[in-house]
C-alpha cells in the first residue's frame, strides 16, 4: 500500500530544506545590513555632535578675543585695565606670565624659544585668582562680560585668554629696540584664546594680533 506522505528523503523533502537554507542565510544578510546601517547612523550622529561641539568652541574662543580687546581698549562703565597699555607703559607684563604680573600679561618668550602660547598650559582648571598656575584671563573677568556655561548646547566652561606683548616697528625705525623703551603706539599685541564646546575635551584656540591705536597718532 503507497504511503501518503514523501519519503525523507525524497525531492520534496530536499527541496524544503533547501529553502530553508536559504532563508537563514537572507535572514543573516538582512540582520548584517541593519547592524551596518545602524553602525553608519551611530558614526554620523557622532561626527555631528563633535562637528557642533567644535563650533560651540570655536565661538567661545572668538568672544574671548574681543573681551581681550575690550580688556585692552575699555568700555563705558567697565574700563577693564586698558589704564596698563597707556602710551610708554609695559607695566603688568611679566615673562612667561609670571607671579608678579598682571594676569594674562605676558612677555614673549625669548629668542629660540617656544611661542609662549605653545609651550602655556591654557586649558587648566579654572580659578578665579589665578592661583593654580594658570595665568590665562577667564572671560569676564577685568570687562564684566557674562557668559553662561555648562548646560545643553554652552560651553562646558569659560574661555580664556592672554596677551603677549610684541614689538611693532614703523618704516624706517630701529628693528632692534628693545620692549620697554617703545611707545604703545608701537607695541604689538597678540592675544591667543582658548574656547571649550560642551564637552571639556572639545578645545579651540584662536590667535589675532591688535594693535591700539592712539589718540591723535596717523595710521
Known sequence: MASAGASCGSPVCLQRGAILVYVLCLLVVILLLGISAAQMALLGEKAARGERDRHIAFQ???EAL???????EGLPGAPGRSSLFAPGSAAGFTVGCGDGGELGLCLPAE???PALWLSMELG???????????????????TGAAMQTGQGFLPFRRPRYII??????LPGEEAGAVIGSLATGNYLYRVTAIGFGAQDSTQVVLQSYYRKQVAGAGP
Do not use: C, T, W
Open 66 to 72: 574681543m573681551d581681550a580687546q575690550n580688556d585692552i
Open 60 to 62: 567661545a574662543a572668538e
Open 111 to 113: 629668542k629660540g624659544a
Open 164 to 169: 603677549e606683548l610684541l614689538p611693532f616697528h
Open 124 to 142: 587648566g582648571a579654572e580659578a578665579a585668582s589665578g592661583s593654580d598656575g594658570n595665568r590665562a584671563v577667564p572671560y569676564g573677568r577685568f
